[in-house]
């Protein structure tokens, strides 16, 4: 589905609407995606505002995924694009995940859960003996620090970098690292930039590869597909 | 040879809070050894009980993972940055 009309058809599941999910989402409606699933389960709060700029004081206790739905239909509105949105108000895990993503090829992950990554990345390879039109854009921002990587068919897996998700005494959180708006709205653009390239069989830097923002610009890692990785072995999910 | 190591935020604990250390070594092994000698307990946080580098971690010789190059093999010049990437999650 690399035709001018076909891709933007493809239903792309947002997980997580936040400082990632906000920009991220903001960005594939406006390159011309018209059919996203938005999925999370927080709602606004006032501490959200400096990087979750779709949001305003108003919205304080409102459901995220509600709000947000309805600020991108108005946006695809003022654009004069045809959007559908769904929402669901979940969150992602092993157990859940080929239901929440049921009816959706592609994703984009932003949430602030490292399991999650891992869950959505599963998923993404999960059809490759199968249909194999899976495609993942996986993304991440502390500090002033950010990564992703998009998991498309025939190429690497996040597996194949991250073989599994650190313990919690070896992740950073917003709370102890901080998070930069303007660090993590790039972050989550430019990662639905490469998911957007990726629709679109574009080559784009992010594909099979982990682009690192560093302070001073960004670092490309081509990423190979590791012998024993899962996303070699024709794995599948179970359950 | 005087080697700069960038510490992640979740390691910074054990390095008093510093975000770069300079250290000596001839390749990545020695530099992480080092690293430990100065910091007591950081290595197990790095490397498993076989020493080779945690599954969550990627560890770059400049703008390579060593995975690609000679893994703790990989020599390393003077004035070379080494950087210890966890898989993060935020946004």
Known sequence: MTDAASWRQRRVAVIGCGGLGVPGAWTLVCAGVERLRLIDTDVVEVSNLHRQVLYNEDDAGAIKTERLAAQLKSLAARLGQNLEVETREARMTARDAEMLLHGCDVAFEGTDDAVSKFVVNDWAIADRAGANTRIAAIGAAIGRRGQWMVVKPGGACYRCLFEEAPPADMLATCQVAGVIGPVVGQVGAMCARSLVSALKCEADPGQSALIRRVVGGFKTTAVDVAEDCRCARGWRACG | ?91
Do not use: Q, W
């Open chain 2, 1 to 91: 040879m005087a080697v700069r190591v960038k510490i992640p935020t979740p390691l910074r604990k054990f390095t008093g809070g510093a975000d770069i250390v300079e250290l000596d070594g001839a390749n990545v092994g020695d530099v992480l050894k080092s690293l430990d000698a100065a910091h007591p307990g950081l290595m197990e946080k790095i490397c498993d009980k076989n020493g080779k580098v945690r599954r969550f971690i990627n560890v770059y010789a400049g703008d390579d993972d060593i995975r690609f190059l000679d893994g703790l093999e990989t020599s390393v010049a003077d004035g070379a940055e080494i950087s210890i990437i966890p898989a993060i999650a935020g946004g």
